[in-house]
Every structure is written in C-alpha cells, then in structure tokens.
C-alpha cells in the first residue's frame, strides 16, 4: 500500500516509496517492496547461480552470499526458490530466471 506524500519521497523504517497524490494504491513504476527484502532476494538468486555453475559446496556459497548458518540460508533458499539448496545442485544446469519462484509466490 502506498504512503501519503510526494512520490519518491522515502518514508518509514522500510523505506517505502509513496504514490502520486492523484493515483494512491496503483504498483506500476514504484518500488513497494523493502530494501532489505530486496537484498536478500538478490543474494538468494545469486547462490543459486552459484549453486549451478560451481564446485563450491553449499556451505561455502552460503557464507558468500552473507549467511552465518547453512541452515538458516537453507530455510530462506526454501522459501525464496521453493525447492532446497541441495536439490537445486543436483539439478544440473541452471533454470531460466523467469522460471525461479520468487518469495510473493511462495506466500501465496
């Protein structure tokens, strides 16, 4: 949902951005979704580059891409990708990127 204000101004710890005044709720052409969730999406996508064009075991990938734990990084692969770290290394070659689930997906 949007805030109240100027568009593109920042607002809240989340770091929404507000629609026009004139259009309150329309998505198209604004960034709704946090930057931290952002991040974290972005560096799932790379581990699963990584997952399916090296060697490097998936603890090793999980620390690069800035996971302390394998496990923790296991459960947010799970949820963004909807299938395991593991699975996806022995898949072989990597899938096309519009095939990937995203974490919307897996919610619904």
């Known amino acids: 949902m949007c805030l109240q204000g100027r568009p593109g101004e920042a607002r809240g710890d989340a770091g929404e951005l507000v629609c026009p005044p004139d259009e309150p709720g329309r998505r198209s052409g604004y960034l709704l979704e946090p930057p931290m969730r952002y991040l974290a999406g972005w560096r799932l996508e790379q581990a699963y580059t990584a997952l399916t064009t090296t060697t490097d075991s998936v603890a090793t990938i ?7 734990s394998e496990a923790a990084f296991g459960r947010a692969f799970k949820r963004h990708h909807g299938t395991s770290p593991g699975a996806v290394r022995r898949s072989g070659p990597a899938r096309s990127a519009g095939s990937l689930r995203t974490a919307a997906d897996a919610v619904r």
């Open 62 to 68: 999980s620390r690069r891409v800035g996971y302390g």
